[in-house]
């Protein structure tokens, strides 16, 4: 085993073992409990790369003592889902547990691969653990994703990465033999990016790396080395998260000429277009907001378009709709005014609706005063009558600030006149 990778040698094989995830590994863990009590249900991991989707799904199988099968979205077929079905119920009948099938990137199965699935998870032949780091309301088909239990695995924290360090360092058999120390972990956590798997191979490098003798790990001494090795983009994982935050900084930053570089950057490393064109749609929203909604609209069509044409084609519409969106005004006052609402709405709970806005569907709810008091806008000029419509203890709030540009400017002063000094606009 000395000669697997560092992050092959250190993959848990326990729940306890595991580093992060408390929420479905910890004491009260949604996965402990089940495996407390000797059951799983088919469930789908979401999460970015390296946070332990694939080794969790290996440790439950551990742990039930189940027989576990596993198949690459990338390379397998439906032919190969069926043959491993098929394994599966002979296995079964001879008494070992329900199998576990553990299907990687299930977000690349075809509608025809998923359907193959169908069958065997709803007659309880196998237990399906999918891995996906993309929305699987995106990507897994409704009949198979209401047959899963869906579970987020979070970014690990940066003391959990630095954990993970100490603990190569401290139990791993070829690294113990070595005089290693750790003078900083920055430059470590920083191309790691979050990614266990990266970190860890990013730390053999450098120990491979070093001189003989004591070896002092330091954010110059990794830079360097990492600097000689860096890869090229890599849609599984290396440089995919780099790539693609340079992509959307060049279109908040209105660079139309670094954004479409970095649209290259993907189509040239195989980027699923879908995956790009869902990322024009946030932006759209997040960074242009109504400083410019035709963006929406055009980001919108783009993504219908590249469902529909796909490589080499659709990087037209993805290069027009890239360098328009980066030449577009930007606003993030849509943003900033939903972040600062839910802020709030955790801090002061569910506030009383006034009465004049409640729903008064019964006689009982009228006699309430539910719905007193109301005033129909479209029944006053210009369709506006000045009315509270929030709660008694955020009267005068303001959530939403228009940004300062041309379209949201006219939003300002049309809110101005509505509403004259209640708002601040």
Not at 79 to 99: C, M, Q, S, W
Not at 108 to 114: D, G, I, L, T
Request: net charge positive; hydrophobic share 35%; with cysteine.
């Amino acid at each position: 085993m000395n000669d697997a990778p560092l992050a092959e040698r250190l993959r848990p094989k326990k729940l306890d073992d595991i580093i992060g995830q408390s929420h479905l590994v910890g004491d009260n863990g949604t996965i402990a409990r089940m495996l407390k009590a000797g059951q799983i249900a088919s469930m789908i991991f979401w999460g970015p790369p390296g946070v332990g989707k694939t080794t969790l799904a290996e440790v439950i199988s551990n742990e039930l003592k189940r027989p576990f099968y596993t198949l690459s979205a990338i390379s397998s077929g439906v032919k190969d889902v069926r043959e491993v079905i098929n394994k599966a119920k002979d296995t079964g009948l001879f008494g070992k547990g329900r199998p576990i099938l553990f299907i990687d990137e299930i977000h690349r199965f075809s509608k025809s691969q998923q359907d193959s699935l169908l069958g065997a998870v709803e007659r309880g032949t196998i237990t399906l653990v999918g891995a996906t780091t993309e929305n699987p309301s995106f990507e897994v088909i409704p009949a198979l994703l209401s047959r899963c239990q869906v579970y987020t695995l979070e970014h690990l924290s940066k003391e959990d990465l630095i954990k993970l360090v100490d603990d190569a360092l401290a139990k791993d058999s070829v690294l113990t033999e070595k005089d290693i120390k750790v003078k900083s972990y920055d430059a470590l956590l920083r191309f790691s990016g979050g990614d266990a798997r990266k970190l860890l191979n990013t730390l053999e490098l450098v120990i491979m790396n070093a001189p003989e003798g004591k070896i002092k790990i330091t954010d110059k001494f990794v830079e360097s080395i990492i600097h000689q090795n860096l890869p090229i983009y890599d849609k599984t994982g290396e440089m995919h998260y780099d790539v693609v935050s340079a992509f959307i900084k060049s279109i908040r930053g209105s660079d139309p000429n670094a954004a479409v570089y970095y649209l290259a950057r993907m189509i040239e490393g195989g980027e699923d277009p879908k995956f790009i064109a869902r990322r024009l749609l946030i932006h759209a929203s997040e960074d242009i907001g109504n400083a410019n909604p035709t963006a929406l609209i055009m980001a919108n069509n783009c993504f219908q378009a590249v469902q529909t044409i796909g490589y080499p084609e659709c990087e037209i519409i993805l290069s027009q709709v890239v360098t328009y969106m980066a030449s577009s005004a930007k606003s993030n006052a849509s943003y900033k005014a939903i972040k600062d609402a839910r802020r709030l709405v955790k801090e002061t709970g569910n506030l009383p609706i006034p009465m004049h806005l409640r729903n008064a569907p019964t006689k009982l709810m009228k006699e309430l005063d539910y719905g007193k008091g109301y005033k129909y806008s479209h029944d006053y000029p210009g369709n506006f009558v000045d009315q509270e419509f929030m709660p008694e203890d955020l009267k005068n709030h303001k959530f939403y600030d228009p940004g300062n540009n041309a379209r949201e400017n006219q939003l300002r002063q049309s809110l101005r006149e509505k509403w004259k000094k209640k708002y601040g606009y």
